[in-house]
Structure formats: structure tokens, C-alpha cells
């Protein structure tokens, strides 16, 4: 995949840029018990360094996204308020094991995830 900017740099349309392309990898440390205290995503591509059993939410705008957990422990990735993952319960968090990659698309509130083998 693409950088945003790259994409804006062969001449694409920023919205279309914005829709297709990824951010930097950025580094996040997962915090909180559940959904209302996860740290807030604010990259479509991240790597939960640190902050192992804690969780990390996406954003309410949720689009195409790519995470890594390298924390050495497992973390929750919640959905967006009133959001599902993999057609599961509304604001119930998926578990990212240690090690593991997740790839995301949203379709419209459910959120679908993959993760790596």
C-alpha cells in the first residue's frame, strides 16, 4: 500500500488519496480496561508498542486500516462507538495477539478485521 502523500504526489486527488493511501507508522501505547478509557487511534497505520492487556479504539471517520501489536502482550482493539468488529456484539473489543498483524475495512458500523497467522 501506498503513503497518502505519495499518492497526492502522482497527481491524485487528496480525497481519493485520504480514502486509499496509509499514514506513517506510528507508534501507540495501549491504556485503559475497555473501550471508553483504550488509547485513541489516530493513525491508519500502527504499531502498539507498548501498554501490553491495556486497548486501543479507532477512530469514529474509520477507514481502510493496518496495525501491528508489538507490545509482548495482547491487546483490544475496540470499534468506534456503536461499531462492531467481524459482526460481533456493538462495542466489543478484538484481541490482537503479540506479534500479529490486523488489516481493517470498514462496512458502514461493522468494522472488518483480519488478523496475520
Known sequence: MALKQELMASSLPWQAANKLGLDALTAFAA???G?????????NCFNVSSGSGGGVILPANTELFVGVNSSGGNVTLYPPVGGAINGGS???GFTMTTGKAVFGIPAGTNIIVNMSA
Open 31 to 33: 491504556a485503559g480496561s
Open 90 to 92: 456493538v462495542n466489543a
Open 35 to 43: 473501550q471508553s478509557t483504550a488509547t485513541a487511534l489516530t493513525s
